[in-house]
């Protein structure tokens, strides 16, 4: 079964909304990261948070971590056309980097 | 310039058949990965090697065989492909054993008829 578990799995949203997903695991981990996918394309990181840390920016992304709720939550903040990707959560519990299943985003121009 | 290649982007053969998928990267890492993305996006890892030794197998049908020839470059071997093998693999590398950030390439999307 997957380590993460992206929430909502589909997600459309106007251009300049925000734009939330969420991310829930099963175990302890070392850290949690998010990765981008376009259409057709490899992922990209876009930020790791470490199991000792609350919250993380980087430009328009906002990530928090709850450990003892044991999930993770990106935000977007206003929104883009160009966002419109696969958004992924991945938990390093170990030795490697475990999936969720993405949550897709669709940016409306 | 790029990071991670891997070469073909696109694979379409006959059920039964043998075929690769090379991987390289130019960026140093000690480890290299491969992962299985399913129709339905969900992504998993298949092998990780560093510096040339397997360090995980991911309960992969044996008909998949990883070879490292150096650090750099990490291929992916499937005899005897099957209807289910119809995936896009990623190949991907980081600086240390797993856990720090993946570097992915654009991905084979493998389509066995």
């Known amino acids: 079964s997957q380590q993460g578990e992206e929430d909502p799995q589909a997600l459309s949203i106007q251009e300049g909304e925000n734009a939330t997903m969420n991310c829930s695991y099963k175990?302890?981990?070392?850290?949690l990261q998010w990765y981008r996918q376009n259409s057709g394309r490899g992922l990209v990181h876009l930020i790791l948070?470490?199991?000792?840390?609350r919250e993380k920016h980087s430009g328009r992304l906002r990530v928090t971590l709850d450990t003892s709720k044991k999930s993770s939550s990106l935000l977007i903040t206003a929104s883009r056309a160009a966002d419109t990707a696969s958004y992924f959560c991945?938990?390093?519990?170990?030795?490697?980097?475990?999936f969720g299943g993405g949550t897709r985003l669709m940016v409306k121009p | 310039d790029t990071a991670v290649s891997q070469t073909p982007k696109y694979l379409v053969t006959q059920m039964g058949n043998d075929k690769s998928i090379k991987c390289e990267q130019n960026l140093g890492h000690d480890t290299m990965y491969w992962y299985k993305q399913d129709s339905k996006k969900f992504l998993k890892i298949m092998f990780s090697?560093?510096?040339?030794?397997?360090?995980i197998n991911e309960t992969v049908p044996n008909r998949f065989s990883p070879k490292s020839p150096d650090k750099a470059h990490l291929n992916l071997h499937i005899n005897s492909l099957e209807l289910g093998d119809s995936a896009v693999y990623f190949c991907a590398s980081s600086g240390n054993r797993g856990g720090e950030k993946l570097f992915f390439g654009s991905g084979t999307q493998l389509s066995v008829l």
């Open positions: 991945a938990t390093d519990a170990g030795n490697m980097l475990t």
């Open positions: 175990t302890s981990i070392n850290n």
């Open positions: 090697y560093n510096n040339k030794e397997l360090i």
């Open positions: 948070i470490r199991s000792n840390e």
